[in-house]
DNA sequence: CTGGAACTAGACTCGCGTGTCAGTGGCGTA
DNA sequence: TACGCCACTGACACGCGAGTCTAGTTCCAG
Protein backbone atom coordinates (compact mmCIF):
# COMPACT_ATOMS: atom_id res chain seq x y z
CA UNK A 1 0.00 0.00 0.00
CA UNK A 2 2.70 2.12 0.96
CA UNK A 3 4.30 2.08 -3.01
CA UNK A 4 3.64 4.62 -5.29
CA UNK A 5 6.13 3.87 -7.61
CA UNK A 6 4.46 5.93 -10.83
CA UNK A 7 2.60 2.85 -11.87
CA UNK A 8 0.91 2.43 -15.01
CA UNK A 9 -1.69 0.34 -16.47
CA UNK A 10 -0.20 -2.75 -18.55
CA UNK A 11 -2.59 -2.38 -20.92
CA UNK A 12 -3.80 0.99 -21.49
CA UNK A 13 -5.84 1.32 -24.20
CA UNK A 14 -6.17 4.18 -26.76
CA UNK A 15 -8.33 6.31 -25.98
CA UNK A 16 -8.27 5.95 -22.11
CA UNK A 17 -6.00 8.29 -21.32
CA UNK A 18 -2.51 7.79 -19.72
CA UNK A 19 -3.21 9.73 -16.64
CA UNK A 20 -1.93 6.61 -14.53
CA UNK A 21 1.80 7.90 -13.83
CA UNK A 22 0.58 10.49 -10.94
CA UNK A 23 2.90 13.20 -10.46
CA UNK A 24 3.07 12.01 -6.16
CA UNK A 25 6.06 12.15 -4.75
CA UNK A 26 4.20 11.54 -1.57
CA UNK A 27 6.72 13.77 0.64
CA UNK A 28 4.72 11.55 3.55
CA UNK A 29 6.04 14.08 6.19
CA UNK A 30 4.41 16.49 8.42
CA UNK A 31 4.27 14.03 10.93
CA UNK A 32 2.41 16.30 13.43
CA UNK A 33 1.57 14.38 16.47
CA UNK A 34 -1.18 16.24 18.41
CA UNK A 35 -3.98 14.20 15.64
CA UNK A 36 -2.86 12.36 12.75
CA UNK A 37 -4.79 14.41 10.54
CA UNK A 38 -4.61 15.18 6.55
CA UNK A 39 -1.16 14.90 7.16
CA UNK A 40 0.60 14.27 4.07
CA UNK A 41 -1.46 16.18 1.44
CA UNK A 42 0.74 15.30 -1.62
CA UNK A 43 0.31 17.73 -4.59
CA UNK A 44 -1.59 16.56 -7.07
CA UNK A 45 -2.87 18.85 -8.13
CA UNK A 46 -1.18 18.75 -11.72
CA UNK A 47 -4.28 16.86 -12.29
CA UNK A 48 -7.24 18.46 -13.40
CA UNK A 49 -10.48 17.00 -13.26
CA UNK A 50 -11.46 15.16 -15.36
CA UNK A 51 -8.13 13.01 -15.62
CA UNK A 52 -8.01 12.03 -11.87
CA UNK A 53 -11.49 10.80 -12.40
CA UNK A 54 -10.27 8.82 -15.52
CA UNK A 55 -7.47 7.66 -13.21
CA UNK A 56 -9.68 6.50 -10.54
CA UNK A 57 -11.80 4.77 -12.81
CA UNK A 58 -8.50 2.45 -14.64
CA UNK A 59 -7.48 1.57 -11.13
CA UNK A 60 -11.38 0.62 -9.66
CA UNK A 61 -11.45 -1.41 -13.25
CA UNK A 62 -7.67 -3.20 -12.28
CA UNK A 63 -9.22 -3.61 -8.85
CA UNK A 64 -12.51 -5.15 -10.14
CA UNK A 65 -10.66 -7.25 -12.41
CA UNK A 66 -8.42 -8.65 -10.11
CA UNK A 67 -11.21 -9.64 -7.44
CA UNK A 68 -14.16 -9.43 -8.97
CA UNK A 69 -17.18 -6.70 -7.76
CA UNK A 70 -18.15 -8.23 -4.43
CA UNK A 71 -14.16 -8.80 -3.23
CA UNK A 72 -13.12 -5.23 -4.25
CA UNK A 73 -13.25 -2.99 -1.84
CA UNK A 74 -13.46 0.61 -1.92
CA UNK A 75 -10.04 0.69 0.14
CA UNK A 76 -8.37 -0.93 -2.52
CA UNK A 77 -9.26 1.06 -5.02
CA UNK A 78 -8.91 3.73 -3.43
CA UNK A 79 -5.38 2.69 -2.29
CA UNK A 80 -4.48 1.85 -6.34
CA UNK A 81 -5.08 5.24 -7.24
CA UNK A 82 -3.52 6.63 -4.37
CA UNK A 83 -6.51 8.88 -3.20
CA UNK A 84 -8.29 9.00 -0.03
CA UNK A 85 -11.34 7.73 0.41
CA UNK A 86 -12.89 10.77 0.10
CA UNK A 87 -11.50 11.80 -2.64
CA UNK A 88 -13.17 8.39 -4.82
CA UNK A 89 -16.96 9.84 -3.38
CA UNK A 90 -15.79 13.22 -4.88
CA UNK A 91 -15.98 11.62 -8.12
CA UNK A 92 -18.43 8.82 -7.81
CA UNK A 93 -21.75 8.26 -6.49
CA UNK A 94 -20.98 4.87 -5.15
CA UNK A 95 -19.58 1.61 -5.83
CA UNK A 96 -21.85 0.77 -8.06
CA UNK A 97 -21.90 3.62 -10.24
CA UNK A 98 -18.31 3.36 -10.57
CA UNK A 99 -18.57 0.02 -12.09
CA UNK A 100 -21.13 0.37 -13.67
CA UNK A 101 -19.97 3.25 -15.53
CA UNK A 102 -16.56 0.55 -16.96
CA UNK A 103 -19.21 -1.44 -18.17
CA UNK A 104 -21.45 1.06 -19.85
CA UNK A 105 -17.56 2.32 -21.48
CA UNK A 106 -17.05 -1.27 -22.62
CA UNK A 107 -20.33 -1.59 -24.33
CA UNK A 108 -20.18 1.50 -26.09
CA UNK A 109 -16.57 1.18 -27.31
CA UNK A 110 -17.62 -2.86 -28.05
CA UNK A 111 -20.96 -1.30 -30.02
CA UNK A 112 -18.82 0.50 -32.32
CA UNK A 113 -16.64 -2.53 -32.80
CA UNK A 114 -18.86 -4.03 -35.18
CA UNK A 115 -20.86 -3.46 -38.32
CA UNK A 116 -24.16 -4.35 -40.21
CA UNK A 117 -23.53 -6.57 -42.46
CA UNK A 118 -24.54 -5.33 -46.15
CA UNK A 119 -25.09 -8.08 -48.38
CA UNK A 120 -25.26 -5.85 -51.43
CA UNK A 121 -21.99 -5.28 -51.13
CA UNK A 122 -20.01 -6.49 -54.09
CA UNK A 123 -16.31 -6.29 -53.05
CA UNK A 124 -16.84 -8.81 -49.54
CA UNK A 125 -19.10 -11.53 -49.15
CA UNK A 126 -21.33 -11.88 -45.96
CA UNK A 127 -18.93 -14.81 -44.43
CA UNK A 128 -16.01 -12.38 -45.30
CA UNK A 129 -17.85 -9.45 -43.37
CA UNK A 130 -19.16 -11.67 -40.80
CA UNK A 131 -15.67 -12.49 -40.24
CA UNK A 132 -14.40 -8.76 -40.16
CA UNK A 133 -16.88 -8.08 -37.40
CA UNK A 134 -15.36 -11.40 -35.22
CA UNK A 135 -11.90 -9.80 -35.87
CA UNK A 136 -13.32 -6.70 -34.60
CA UNK A 137 -14.82 -7.82 -31.51
CA UNK A 138 -11.95 -9.88 -30.53
CA UNK A 139 -9.55 -6.94 -31.33
CA UNK A 140 -11.49 -4.87 -28.59
CA UNK A 141 -12.30 -7.15 -26.13
CA UNK A 142 -8.69 -8.43 -26.29
CA UNK A 143 -7.22 -4.61 -26.21
CA UNK A 144 -8.49 -4.20 -22.49
CA UNK A 145 -8.28 -7.35 -20.63
CA UNK A 146 -8.95 -5.85 -17.48
CA UNK A 147 -12.03 -4.92 -18.74
CA UNK A 148 -12.99 -8.23 -20.22
CA UNK A 149 -12.68 -9.83 -17.79
CA UNK A 150 -14.91 -7.46 -15.69
CA UNK A 151 -17.76 -7.97 -18.51
CA UNK A 152 -17.29 -12.09 -19.03
CA UNK A 153 -17.51 -12.93 -14.54
CA UNK A 154 -18.47 -9.87 -12.73
CA UNK A 155 -21.07 -8.65 -14.53
CA UNK A 156 -23.31 -11.12 -14.64
CA UNK A 157 -25.89 -12.21 -12.03
CA UNK A 158 -24.94 -8.71 -10.27
CA UNK A 159 -28.39 -6.75 -10.22
CA UNK A 160 -31.28 -7.62 -11.45
CA UNK A 161 -31.04 -4.29 -13.24
CA UNK A 162 -27.73 -5.02 -14.40
CA UNK A 163 -28.65 -8.17 -15.70
CA UNK A 164 -31.15 -6.02 -17.81
CA UNK A 165 -28.43 -4.47 -19.33
CA UNK A 166 -26.57 -6.49 -20.17
CA UNK A 167 -29.46 -8.59 -21.98
CA UNK A 168 -30.19 -5.53 -24.13
CA UNK A 169 -26.57 -5.61 -25.22
CA UNK A 170 -26.55 -9.10 -25.72
CA UNK A 171 -29.57 -9.89 -27.35
CA UNK A 172 -28.46 -6.59 -29.80
CA UNK A 173 -25.31 -8.18 -30.71
CA UNK A 174 -27.55 -11.58 -31.60
CA UNK A 175 -29.68 -9.49 -33.30
CA UNK A 176 -26.94 -8.71 -35.62
CA UNK A 177 -25.65 -11.64 -35.95
CA UNK A 178 -28.28 -13.36 -36.80
CA UNK A 179 -29.96 -10.68 -39.30
CA UNK A 180 -26.28 -11.50 -41.12
CA UNK A 181 -27.29 -15.00 -41.00
CA UNK A 182 -30.38 -14.69 -42.26
CA UNK A 183 -29.01 -12.80 -45.09
CA UNK A 184 -26.28 -15.21 -45.85
CA UNK A 185 -29.55 -17.87 -45.71
CA UNK A 186 -31.16 -16.21 -48.79
CA UNK A 187 -27.60 -15.90 -50.37
CA UNK A 188 -26.85 -19.65 -49.98
CA UNK A 189 -23.84 -18.58 -48.16
CA UNK A 190 -25.29 -19.99 -44.56
CA UNK A 191 -26.83 -23.53 -44.02
CA UNK A 192 -30.21 -23.77 -43.57
CA UNK A 193 -31.68 -23.98 -40.04
CA UNK A 194 -32.37 -21.88 -37.48
CA UNK A 195 -30.80 -18.64 -37.09
CA UNK A 196 -31.50 -17.96 -33.70
CA UNK A 197 -30.29 -21.33 -32.88
CA UNK A 198 -26.72 -20.68 -34.56
CA UNK A 199 -26.50 -17.26 -33.25
CA UNK A 200 -26.37 -18.62 -29.63
CA UNK A 201 -23.61 -21.15 -30.10
CA UNK A 202 -21.68 -18.93 -32.28
CA UNK A 203 -21.55 -16.68 -29.65
CA UNK A 204 -21.19 -18.94 -27.04
CA UNK A 205 -18.27 -20.08 -28.94
CA UNK A 206 -16.79 -16.78 -28.84
CA UNK A 207 -17.19 -16.22 -25.19
CA UNK A 208 -15.73 -19.25 -24.37
CA UNK A 209 -12.95 -18.70 -26.50
CA UNK A 210 -12.34 -15.39 -25.09
CA UNK A 211 -12.74 -16.75 -21.50
CA UNK A 212 -9.87 -19.30 -22.01
CA UNK A 213 -7.65 -16.26 -23.14
CA UNK A 214 -8.43 -13.23 -20.51
CA UNK A 215 -9.11 -15.51 -17.39
CA UNK A 216 -6.40 -18.02 -17.47
CA UNK A 217 -3.86 -17.26 -20.05
CA UNK A 218 -4.77 -19.28 -22.69
CA UNK A 219 -2.02 -18.28 -25.34
CA UNK A 220 -3.30 -17.28 -27.91
CA UNK A 221 -3.06 -14.26 -30.44
CA UNK A 222 -5.40 -12.68 -32.22
CA UNK A 223 -5.33 -13.45 -35.42
CA UNK A 224 -5.43 -17.25 -34.62
CA UNK A 225 -8.32 -16.95 -32.33
CA UNK A 226 -10.41 -15.38 -35.14
CA UNK A 227 -9.37 -18.22 -37.42
CA UNK A 228 -10.30 -21.01 -35.14
CA UNK A 229 -13.78 -19.47 -34.68
CA UNK A 230 -14.66 -18.83 -37.64
CA UNK A 231 -13.34 -21.98 -38.90
CA UNK A 232 -15.88 -23.73 -36.30
CA UNK A 233 -18.40 -21.56 -37.70
CA UNK A 234 -17.71 -22.78 -40.93
CA UNK A 235 -16.96 -26.51 -41.09
CA UNK A 236 -18.15 -28.04 -37.54
CA UNK A 237 -15.47 -30.56 -36.21
CA UNK A 238 -17.16 -33.79 -36.60
CA UNK A 239 -17.94 -35.51 -39.98
CA UNK A 240 -20.63 -37.35 -40.14
CA UNK A 241 -20.74 -39.40 -43.60
CA UNK A 242 -24.12 -41.34 -42.99
CA UNK A 243 -26.25 -38.27 -43.19
CA UNK A 244 -30.00 -38.25 -43.83
CA UNK A 245 -30.12 -35.60 -46.39
CA UNK A 246 -33.13 -33.36 -44.50
CA UNK A 247 -32.15 -31.08 -42.08
CA UNK A 248 -32.35 -32.42 -38.90
CA UNK A 249 -32.05 -35.21 -36.57
CA UNK A 250 -28.17 -36.16 -37.49
CA UNK A 251 -28.02 -39.28 -36.20
CA UNK A 252 -31.61 -40.29 -34.82
CA UNK A 253 -32.07 -40.89 -31.50
CA UNK A 254 -33.95 -44.03 -31.39
CA UNK A 255 -31.88 -45.54 -34.45
CA UNK A 256 -29.62 -46.95 -31.56
CA UNK A 257 -31.80 -49.14 -29.77
CA UNK B 1 -44.96 -17.24 8.81
CA UNK B 2 -48.69 -18.08 9.61
CA UNK B 3 -49.78 -20.24 6.93
CA UNK B 4 -49.60 -23.65 7.94
CA UNK B 5 -51.78 -26.44 5.86
CA UNK B 6 -51.10 -29.64 7.32
CA UNK B 7 -49.90 -31.36 4.57
CA UNK B 8 -47.23 -33.85 4.31
CA UNK B 9 -45.42 -35.39 1.01
CA UNK B 10 -47.39 -37.62 -0.87
CA UNK B 11 -44.64 -39.86 -2.06
CA UNK B 12 -40.55 -39.50 -1.13
CA UNK B 13 -39.24 -39.20 -5.00
CA UNK B 14 -36.06 -41.69 -5.65
CA UNK B 15 -33.24 -39.24 -4.31
CA UNK B 16 -33.28 -35.57 -3.93
CA UNK B 17 -37.04 -35.42 -1.95
CA UNK B 18 -39.41 -33.18 -2.91
CA UNK B 19 -39.66 -32.18 0.16
CA UNK B 20 -40.82 -29.02 0.16
CA UNK B 21 -43.84 -29.35 1.56
CA UNK B 22 -43.44 -29.97 5.67
CA UNK B 23 -45.80 -31.40 7.77
CA UNK B 24 -46.91 -28.26 9.94
CA UNK B 25 -49.70 -28.03 11.21
CA UNK B 26 -47.99 -25.64 13.73
CA UNK B 27 -51.13 -24.87 16.54
CA UNK B 28 -50.08 -21.64 16.61
CA UNK B 29 -51.54 -21.65 20.27
CA UNK B 30 -49.77 -21.10 23.79
CA UNK B 31 -50.11 -17.41 23.52
CA UNK B 32 -48.23 -16.30 27.06
CA UNK B 33 -48.44 -12.91 27.39
CA UNK B 34 -44.92 -13.62 30.09
CA UNK B 35 -42.92 -13.09 26.96
CA UNK B 36 -44.33 -14.66 23.70
CA UNK B 37 -41.01 -17.15 23.43
CA UNK B 38 -41.12 -20.17 21.25
CA UNK B 39 -45.20 -20.23 21.08
CA UNK B 40 -45.43 -22.28 17.61
CA UNK B 41 -43.40 -25.44 17.71
CA UNK B 42 -44.55 -27.20 15.18
CA UNK B 43 -44.18 -31.02 15.28
CA UNK B 44 -41.07 -31.54 12.78
CA UNK B 45 -40.68 -34.98 14.00
CA UNK B 46 -41.92 -36.63 11.30
CA UNK B 47 -38.47 -35.83 9.35
CA UNK B 48 -35.42 -37.54 10.38
CA UNK B 49 -32.24 -35.95 9.95
CA UNK B 50 -30.90 -36.57 6.74
CA UNK B 51 -33.81 -35.63 5.10
CA UNK B 52 -34.23 -32.26 6.95
CA UNK B 53 -31.01 -31.39 6.28
CA UNK B 54 -31.58 -32.44 2.16
CA UNK B 55 -34.75 -30.49 2.47
CA UNK B 56 -33.13 -27.19 3.94
CA UNK B 57 -30.48 -27.90 0.81
CA UNK B 58 -32.69 -27.94 -1.53
CA UNK B 59 -34.64 -25.34 -0.10
CA UNK B 60 -31.13 -22.80 -0.49
CA UNK B 61 -30.72 -24.14 -3.65
CA UNK B 62 -34.21 -22.41 -4.64
CA UNK B 63 -32.87 -19.37 -2.71
CA UNK B 64 -29.39 -19.09 -4.53
CA UNK B 65 -30.95 -19.69 -7.54
CA UNK B 66 -33.35 -17.00 -7.21
CA UNK B 67 -31.23 -14.41 -5.76
CA UNK B 68 -27.59 -15.32 -6.31
CA UNK B 69 -24.92 -15.90 -4.08
CA UNK B 70 -24.42 -13.11 -2.36
CA UNK B 71 -27.61 -11.51 -2.06
CA UNK B 72 -29.19 -14.70 -0.59
CA UNK B 73 -29.75 -14.11 2.92
CA UNK B 74 -29.27 -17.01 5.60
CA UNK B 75 -32.63 -15.26 6.80
CA UNK B 76 -34.20 -16.03 3.63
CA UNK B 77 -33.06 -19.53 3.15
CA UNK B 78 -34.61 -20.53 6.65
CA UNK B 79 -37.63 -18.94 5.96
CA UNK B 80 -37.85 -21.00 2.72
CA UNK B 81 -37.62 -23.93 4.34
CA UNK B 82 -39.32 -22.88 7.49
CA UNK B 83 -36.75 -23.47 9.77
CA UNK B 84 -35.38 -21.72 12.70
CA UNK B 85 -32.25 -19.81 12.46
CA UNK B 86 -30.42 -21.94 14.73
CA UNK B 87 -31.36 -25.39 13.19
CA UNK B 88 -29.80 -24.33 10.27
CA UNK B 89 -26.24 -23.92 11.42
CA UNK B 90 -27.42 -27.20 13.39
CA UNK B 91 -27.05 -28.61 9.94
CA UNK B 92 -24.07 -26.74 8.69
CA UNK B 93 -21.29 -24.87 9.05
CA UNK B 94 -22.08 -21.74 7.57
CA UNK B 95 -23.35 -19.81 4.24
CA UNK B 96 -20.60 -21.24 2.39
CA UNK B 97 -20.29 -24.81 3.73
CA UNK B 98 -23.91 -25.58 2.46
CA UNK B 99 -22.96 -23.42 -0.67
CA UNK B 100 -20.46 -25.62 -1.77
CA UNK B 101 -22.09 -28.94 -1.18
CA UNK B 102 -24.71 -28.00 -3.47
CA UNK B 103 -22.04 -26.85 -6.19
CA UNK B 104 -20.24 -30.46 -4.95
CA UNK B 105 -23.53 -32.71 -5.30
CA UNK B 106 -24.25 -31.08 -8.93
CA UNK B 107 -20.66 -32.24 -10.09
CA UNK B 108 -20.95 -35.43 -8.59
CA UNK B 109 -23.97 -35.90 -10.74
CA UNK B 110 -22.84 -34.86 -13.62
CA UNK B 111 -19.76 -36.65 -13.28
CA UNK B 112 -21.52 -39.69 -13.64
CA UNK B 113 -23.42 -38.25 -16.41
CA UNK B 114 -20.92 -38.69 -19.53
CA UNK B 115 -18.84 -41.95 -20.14
CA UNK B 116 -15.61 -42.51 -22.17
CA UNK B 117 -15.56 -42.77 -25.76
CA UNK B 118 -14.59 -46.11 -27.20
CA UNK B 119 -13.30 -46.05 -30.59
CA UNK B 120 -13.30 -49.92 -30.51
CA UNK B 121 -17.29 -50.04 -30.10
CA UNK B 122 -18.50 -52.02 -33.23
CA UNK B 123 -21.78 -51.19 -32.25
CA UNK B 124 -21.81 -47.44 -31.66
CA UNK B 125 -19.78 -44.81 -34.00
CA UNK B 126 -17.45 -42.66 -32.18
CA UNK B 127 -20.05 -39.59 -33.07
CA UNK B 128 -23.03 -41.64 -31.68
CA UNK B 129 -20.61 -41.29 -28.45
CA UNK B 130 -20.08 -38.25 -28.59
CA UNK B 131 -23.78 -37.35 -29.27
CA UNK B 132 -25.04 -39.87 -26.34
CA UNK B 133 -22.88 -37.61 -23.97
CA UNK B 134 -23.77 -34.47 -24.84
CA UNK B 135 -27.08 -35.97 -24.40
CA UNK B 136 -26.82 -36.88 -20.77
CA UNK B 137 -24.73 -33.66 -20.21
CA UNK B 138 -27.81 -31.64 -21.36
CA UNK B 139 -30.44 -34.43 -19.57
CA UNK B 140 -28.66 -33.65 -16.33
CA UNK B 141 -28.22 -30.13 -16.42
CA UNK B 142 -31.83 -29.45 -17.30
CA UNK B 143 -33.35 -31.91 -14.64
CA UNK B 144 -32.45 -29.43 -12.17
CA UNK B 145 -32.86 -26.05 -13.25
CA UNK B 146 -31.76 -24.64 -10.35
CA UNK B 147 -28.65 -25.65 -9.81
CA UNK B 148 -27.77 -25.30 -13.30
CA UNK B 149 -28.50 -21.96 -12.85
CA UNK B 150 -26.55 -21.84 -9.87
CA UNK B 151 -23.44 -23.58 -11.52
CA UNK B 152 -23.46 -20.81 -14.86
CA UNK B 153 -23.44 -17.75 -12.80
CA UNK B 154 -23.39 -17.79 -9.17
CA UNK B 155 -20.42 -20.41 -8.98
CA UNK B 156 -17.82 -18.48 -11.06
CA UNK B 157 -15.34 -15.91 -9.71
CA UNK B 158 -16.94 -16.42 -5.82
CA UNK B 159 -13.63 -17.23 -4.60
CA UNK B 160 -10.18 -18.24 -5.77
CA UNK B 161 -10.63 -21.56 -3.89
CA UNK B 162 -14.23 -21.72 -5.55
CA UNK B 163 -12.63 -21.25 -8.76
CA UNK B 164 -9.82 -23.82 -8.68
CA UNK B 165 -12.73 -26.31 -8.28
CA UNK B 166 -14.87 -24.99 -11.23
CA UNK B 167 -11.35 -25.15 -13.09
CA UNK B 168 -10.83 -28.58 -12.00
CA UNK B 169 -14.15 -29.91 -13.01
CA UNK B 170 -14.33 -27.98 -16.34
CA UNK B 171 -10.74 -29.35 -17.72
CA UNK B 172 -11.79 -32.92 -16.69
CA UNK B 173 -14.81 -32.35 -18.65
CA UNK B 174 -12.44 -30.75 -21.55
CA UNK B 175 -10.01 -33.61 -21.10
CA UNK B 176 -12.71 -36.29 -21.88
CA UNK B 177 -14.01 -34.27 -24.91
CA UNK B 178 -10.89 -33.72 -26.02
CA UNK B 179 -9.80 -36.90 -26.00
CA UNK B 180 -12.69 -38.23 -27.92
CA UNK B 181 -12.00 -35.73 -30.56
CA UNK B 182 -8.71 -37.47 -31.12
CA UNK B 183 -9.70 -40.53 -31.40
CA UNK B 184 -12.35 -39.35 -33.92
CA UNK B 185 -9.99 -37.92 -35.66
CA UNK B 186 -7.62 -40.89 -35.85
CA UNK B 187 -10.62 -42.73 -37.53
CA UNK B 188 -11.17 -39.77 -40.03
CA UNK B 189 -14.42 -38.75 -38.54
CA UNK B 190 -13.15 -35.85 -36.86
CA UNK B 191 -11.54 -32.91 -38.98
CA UNK B 192 -8.09 -32.46 -38.39
CA UNK B 193 -6.97 -29.12 -36.39
CA UNK B 194 -6.83 -28.56 -33.04
CA UNK B 195 -8.71 -30.01 -30.71
CA UNK B 196 -8.17 -28.22 -27.86
CA UNK B 197 -9.75 -25.15 -29.52
CA UNK B 198 -12.52 -27.35 -30.64
CA UNK B 199 -13.46 -28.71 -27.06
CA UNK B 200 -13.17 -25.19 -25.96
CA UNK B 201 -15.63 -23.57 -28.88
CA UNK B 202 -17.87 -27.07 -27.70
CA UNK B 203 -18.08 -26.42 -24.51
CA UNK B 204 -18.73 -22.43 -25.02
CA UNK B 205 -21.68 -23.44 -27.54
CA UNK B 206 -23.11 -25.78 -25.00
CA UNK B 207 -22.81 -23.65 -22.28
CA UNK B 208 -24.46 -20.47 -24.00
CA UNK B 209 -27.32 -22.93 -25.44
CA UNK B 210 -27.98 -24.03 -21.30
CA UNK B 211 -27.66 -20.38 -20.06
CA UNK B 212 -30.20 -18.80 -22.81
CA UNK B 213 -32.18 -21.93 -21.94
CA UNK B 214 -32.02 -21.75 -18.04
CA UNK B 215 -31.23 -18.24 -17.37
CA UNK B 216 -34.05 -16.56 -19.47
CA UNK B 217 -36.75 -19.07 -20.29
CA UNK B 218 -35.91 -19.90 -24.25
CA UNK B 219 -38.17 -22.91 -24.95
CA UNK B 220 -36.67 -25.95 -26.18
CA UNK B 221 -36.73 -29.12 -25.64
CA UNK B 222 -34.32 -31.34 -24.58
CA UNK B 223 -34.12 -33.25 -27.88
CA UNK B 224 -33.70 -30.33 -29.79
CA UNK B 225 -30.63 -28.61 -28.17
CA UNK B 226 -29.28 -31.96 -28.23
CA UNK B 227 -29.70 -31.78 -31.79
CA UNK B 228 -29.19 -28.47 -32.49
CA UNK B 229 -25.94 -28.46 -30.51
CA UNK B 230 -24.65 -32.12 -32.29
CA UNK B 231 -25.51 -30.21 -35.94
CA UNK B 232 -23.57 -27.20 -35.68
CA UNK B 233 -20.65 -29.05 -34.33
CA UNK B 234 -20.90 -31.84 -37.54
CA UNK B 235 -21.34 -29.11 -39.85
CA UNK B 236 -20.97 -25.36 -38.96
CA UNK B 237 -23.32 -22.99 -40.46
CA UNK B 238 -21.63 -20.91 -42.99
CA UNK B 239 -20.53 -22.49 -46.35
CA UNK B 240 -17.51 -20.79 -47.52
CA UNK B 241 -17.23 -22.26 -51.22
CA UNK B 242 -13.70 -21.00 -51.84
CA UNK B 243 -12.07 -22.65 -49.44
CA UNK B 244 -7.63 -23.40 -49.77
CA UNK B 245 -8.15 -26.86 -49.50
CA UNK B 246 -5.62 -26.55 -46.41
CA UNK B 247 -6.04 -26.54 -42.70
CA UNK B 248 -6.26 -22.91 -42.00
CA UNK B 249 -7.05 -19.60 -42.89
CA UNK B 250 -10.37 -19.91 -44.69
CA UNK B 251 -10.52 -16.81 -45.80
CA UNK B 252 -7.03 -15.18 -45.56
CA UNK B 253 -7.11 -12.09 -43.56
CA UNK B 254 -4.42 -9.87 -46.03
CA UNK B 255 -6.31 -11.21 -48.69
CA UNK B 256 -9.15 -8.55 -48.37
CA UNK B 257 -6.60 -5.60 -48.79
C1' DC C 1 -42.60 -39.41 35.18
C1' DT C 2 -38.34 -37.84 33.78
C1' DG C 3 -34.32 -36.63 31.17
C1' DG C 4 -32.65 -35.53 27.00
C1' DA C 5 -32.74 -34.62 22.06
C1' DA C 6 -34.49 -31.72 18.62
C1' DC C 7 -36.19 -27.61 17.62
C1' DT C 8 -37.93 -22.57 17.94
C1' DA C 9 -37.94 -17.50 18.29
C1' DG C 10 -35.33 -13.89 18.32
C1' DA C 11 -32.06 -11.01 20.77
C1' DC C 12 -27.35 -10.22 20.69
C1' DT C 13 -22.44 -9.69 19.24
C1' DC C 14 -19.33 -8.54 16.17
C1' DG C 15 -16.67 -7.64 12.11
C1' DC C 16 -16.66 -5.40 8.02
C1' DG C 17 -17.17 -2.16 4.60
C1' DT C 18 -19.64 1.74 2.84
C1' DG C 19 -20.51 6.35 2.76
C1' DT C 20 -19.98 10.93 5.42
C1' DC C 21 -18.26 15.05 7.27
C1' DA C 22 -15.55 18.20 9.83
C1' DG C 23 -11.23 19.61 9.01
C1' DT C 24 -6.71 20.84 6.40
C1' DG C 25 -3.56 22.88 3.19
C1' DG C 26 -2.50 25.11 -1.20
C1' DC C 27 -3.45 28.68 -4.18
C1' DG C 28 -5.71 32.44 -6.47
C1' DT C 29 -7.55 36.85 -5.46
C1' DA C 30 -8.56 41.20 -2.91
C1' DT D 1 -1.31 40.00 4.33
C1' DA D 2 -5.65 38.23 4.71
C1' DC D 3 -9.48 35.76 2.87
C1' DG D 4 -11.95 32.25 0.94
C1' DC D 5 -12.47 28.63 -2.13
C1' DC D 6 -11.79 24.11 -3.43
C1' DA D 7 -9.60 19.78 -3.84
C1' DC D 8 -8.58 16.63 -0.81
C1' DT D 9 -8.14 13.94 3.62
C1' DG D 10 -9.03 10.13 6.87
C1' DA D 11 -11.35 9.01 11.19
C1' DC D 12 -15.77 7.79 12.29
C1' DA D 13 -20.76 6.67 12.24
C1' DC D 14 -23.75 3.56 10.73
C1' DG D 15 -26.17 -0.40 8.79
C1' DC D 16 -26.17 -4.93 7.51
C1' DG D 17 -25.89 -9.57 7.84
C1' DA D 18 -23.50 -13.77 9.61
C1' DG D 19 -23.11 -16.52 13.26
C1' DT D 20 -23.99 -17.31 18.53
C1' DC D 21 -26.63 -17.99 22.43
C1' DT D 22 -30.40 -18.57 25.71
C1' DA D 23 -34.72 -19.54 27.46
C1' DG D 24 -38.54 -21.99 26.37
C1' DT D 25 -41.31 -25.84 23.93
C1' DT D 26 -42.40 -30.41 22.21
C1' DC D 27 -41.81 -35.10 21.80
C1' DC D 28 -40.17 -39.56 22.81
C1' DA D 29 -37.63 -43.31 24.97
C1' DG D 30 -36.66 -45.54 29.01
Redesign the pocket.
Known sequence: MQSNAPQRTPSAPPELTRASTLA?SAPLS?G?S????????????A???AA??QHILLCARDVFAKRGY?????????AAA????????????????IFEEIVDRAFARLGMSFVRVDPEDATRTVAEQIQENIRRIVSTLLEDRATTKILLSDAVGLDPAFDRKLLVFYEEVGRLLEESLVDGQKLGVVSEGDTKMMTILTLGALKEMLYQVVMRGLAMDEERIVDEIFRFLSKGCLRVPEQAPGTAEPVTRTARA
Chains 1, 2 share one sequence.
Open positions: LVSTRGVASTYAPKTLNKRRHAAKIDEIVNVARGTFYLYFEDKRA
